[in-house]
């Protein structure tokens, strides 16, 4: 065996963007000493050396104890390049354990399955993540779970929502895409009520779905959350090469999130599970600072421009729950991280809401076939700025009604701001408003 490193100071001590680089490259999950590297793992099943090691892996599995120095059986059950990735993920969010899973819809199941039986209910905000709403709309009812929606942008609604079969209250955000921002704090207030004099399997759980703000800019366990949610495949992977997902949070929670994936099987693969920890979760803060910024450029842009009716987004001054984000939006040095996602409207030729539709589908068309620097499509959070209509195409499954009530117009458009130089972007953006 060669010398271990022993740095000084425990990791703990050092700030956040540098142990999204270092992480645990030293780990008890894989004995690998003169790599800078993690090598890539690729292993179906695993060498036992006796059936009493076999036996004590199956006995082990899924503890939290078991991740100091587990033994391989599986690769369905744990791996090593998924088991680091996992161990930077839970340092990222301040939490003691994460679990990955092959997309963020795998995660946002798996914590809705692991916390709900039939007969109990989910409260949700009324505007989610598309694939999200029509889970608890078209699938969780075929087990006798159901979701009542309200405005958690009024957290003590969910009081009036609330059976006492409800076990978990559910939200994004920001709210995608109309960066509304709901409470963490007082939802926890108000859920604290709600668990006052339950036992313990009655118990509300809140789970916060942070693939919007990155745990750059938001840490949802700070603020009194029970998990979070994360699509990987957004800005954590950031290069939108892989797909992936993760639940993170306190050591309770891990063995049940483990034995469902087992059992679901779910699982990341290693070879998506490598890239996100070498090349996205390290890079995760240096890309947010700088999407962060141009993001704050764009906003500022289209605020002047006669032609856009709304701009919203988290760090102009306008913003309408400006004191809510610097208290929620921050990164984890304590500076004002408002995310690189933002949501306008243009005006249309008359002043009607059909007039902005077509003013939009002319601004995004024009975009799609003259742009460089700005690209037509869904997902967000990459290296590319990407612009897309969510009324029509990432939530086309939340009801029309609903989305118009919650401030989602037909011509709304988001935009997720990539690295590109941002000069280059306004040129783009000014050249599709010449078109409205
Ligand atoms: C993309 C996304 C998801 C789903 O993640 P996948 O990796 O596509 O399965 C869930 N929530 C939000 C907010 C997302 O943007």
Redesign the pocket.
């Known amino acids: 065996m060669s010398a271990e490193r022993t740095p000084k100071k425990p990791r703990e001590e050092y700030r956040l963007r540098t142990r999204l680089i270092h992480g645990s490259f030293a780990t008890g999950r894989w004995d690998y000493d003169h790599h800078v590297v993690p090598p890539q793992s690729s292993s179906a099943t695993y060498r036992l050396s006796s059936v009493h090691r076999g036996a004590q892996g199956f006995i082990e599995f899924a503890t939290p104890e078991s991740r100091r120095a587990p033994i391989y059986i599986y690769d369905r059950l744990d791996e090593p390049s998924r088991g680091m990735l996992e161990e930077n993920l839970a340092a990222a969010e301040g939490g003691e354990m994460a679990v990955t899973f092959a ?6 199941s798996a914590a809705l399955g692991i916390l709900t039986a039939a007969g109990e209910q989910i409260v949700a905000h009324r505007i989610l ?1 598309g ?2 709403h029509s889970l608890m709309t078209s699938w969780l009812p075929r087990y006798k779970v159901r979701t009542d929606f309200c405005d958690l942008g009024d957290p003590e609604s969910l009081l009036r929502v609330a059976t006492k079969d409800c076990r978990v209250v559910y939200f ?1 955000t920001p709210v ?1 895409p109309t960066m509304e921002l709901i409470d963490m704090a007082a939802v926890r207030h108000f859920v604290d009520r709600l668990n006052a004099g339950r036992p313990e399997a009655e118990r509300v759980h809140i789970v916060v ?1 942070n ?2 703000a990155t745990p750059y800019c938001q840490r949802p366990l700070a603020h009194g959350v029970d998990l979070v ?1 994360h ?4 800005d954590i992977c950031g290069f939108g090469t892989e ?3 993760a639940v993170i949070g306190p050591n309770s929670y891990y063995n049940h999130l483990m034995l469902y994936r087992k059992d679901f099987g779910g699982v990341l693969s290693p070879k998506n599970a490598w890239p996100i920890l070498v090349y996205g979760l390290p890079t995760l803060a240096a890309r947010m600072v700088n999407q962060q910024k141009t993001a704050m450029h764009i906003a500022d842009y289209l605020l002047r421009q006669p032609k856009v009716s709304r701009v919203i987004y988290p760090g102009l001054p306008n913003f309408p729950q400006h004191e809510l984000a610097r208290r929620q939006m921050t990164s984890s040095d304590g500076n004002f991280a408002p995310g690189s996602m933002l949501y306008f409207e243009l005006r249309g030729r008359e002043n009607t809401v059909e007039s902005a539709r077509q003013a939009a589908e002319r601004f995004v068309d024009y975009i799609a076939e003259k742009s460089y620097t700005v690209t037509l499509a869904v ?3 990459q290296i590319k700025t990407l612009i897309e209509n969510p009324f029509s195409m990432t939530h086309a499954s939340v009801p029309d009604d609903e989305k118009i009530r919650s401030g989602l117009q037909p011509g709304g458009i988001r935009l997720s701001l990539g690295l590109e130089d941002w000069h280059d972007i306004i040129a783009d953006l000014e050249d599709a408003l010449g078109v409205v």
């Open positions: 997309t963020g819809m795998a995660a946002v993540y694939s999200t994004e995608n779905d693939t919007f949610v699509s990987l495949t957004k797909m992936g997902g997902s967000l959070g």
